[in-house]
T-cell receptor, first 113, second 116 residues
Framework: DTGVSQDPRHKITKRGQNVTFRCDPISEHNRLYWYRQTLGQGPEFLTY????????KSRLLSDRFSAERPKGSFSTLEIQRTEQGDSAMYLCASSGTVTTEAFFGQGTRLTVV | AQKITQTQPGMFVQEKEAVTLDCTYDTSDQSYGLFWYKQPSSGEMIFLIYQGSYDEQNATEGRYSLNFQKARKSANLVISASQLGDSAMYFCAMREGMDSSYKLIFGSGTRLLVRP
């Protein structure tokens, strides 16, 4: 499969625990994005990488959130000390320099109990 | 501030009929792009169609067409010959600037149900 891949698909964690999600973009894409989607809403932008550089972060990305993209390939999104309000779908997308649209993965659904 | 408004939380359409999903946007940029994505229950956002602000022709992709009215700042999606598999959430989104980060601003979505 050559699409955007996210792992895990589902994660249930206890409040206060740390979680990490992984995204593997389409191989030739140099741009990678993280979005968060809560129930009944559209996705909200979290952060953007061009190659390994994190070029933009939303105010939604509190200091408990950190994203990395070592070597400009896969990316990880870590949430420390999870809160119930972090429960959401976390979507990853990638795009190339010449492509118009971003391609999304199937998301990681996080439930904090 | 950039904003996308989708005023129809839910829509019904009879199979094989056409349906229009509304989208209005607000931006001060002259250069921007408008997108429609489909999100089935599996969660993946599936790209459907794109319209650039400088494109004079309305975009079409198979059964999807985008009714772009720049002066009204609207970008409605038209689905012709609806199929049962079209039942899903539909999101309108905007990207400002053609050389920007490709960050998308999404609307709140419209849930489409296709009746047999």
């Amino acid at each position: 499969d050559t699409g955007v891949s996210q792992d895990p698909r589902h994660k249930i964690t206890k409040r206060g625990q740390n979680v990490t999600f992984r995204c593997d973009p389409i191989s030739e894409h140099n741009r990678l994005y993280w979005y968060r989607q809560t129930l009944g809403q559209g996705p909200e932008f979290l952060t953007y990488f061009q190659n390994e550089a994190q070029l933009e972060k939303s105010r939604l990305l509190s200091d408990r959130f950190s994203a990395e993209r070592p070597k400009g390939s896969f990316s990880t999104l870590e949430i420390q000390r999870t809160e119930q309000g972090d429960s959401a779908m976390y979507l990853c997308a990638s795009s190339g320099t010449v492509t118009t649209e971003a391609f999304f993965g199937q998301g990681t659904r996080l439930t904090v109990v | 501030a950039q904003k996308i408004t989708q005023t129809q939380p839910g829509m019904f359409v009879q199979e094989k009929e056409a349906v229009t999903l509304d989208c209005t946007y607000d931006t001060s940029d002259q250069s921007y792009g408008l997108f429609w994505y489909k999100q089935p229950s599996s969660g993946e956002m599936i790209f459907l169609i794109y319209q650039g602000s400088y494109d004079e022709q309305n975009a079409t992709e198979g059964r999807y067409s985008l009714n772009f009215q720049k002066a009204r700042k609207s970008a409605n999606l038209v689905i012709s010959a609806s199929q049962l598999g079209d039942s899903a959430m539909y999101f309108c989104a905007m990207r400002e600037g053609m050389d920007s980060s490709y960050k998308l601003i999404f609307g709140s979505g419209t849930r489409l149900l296709v009746r047999p």
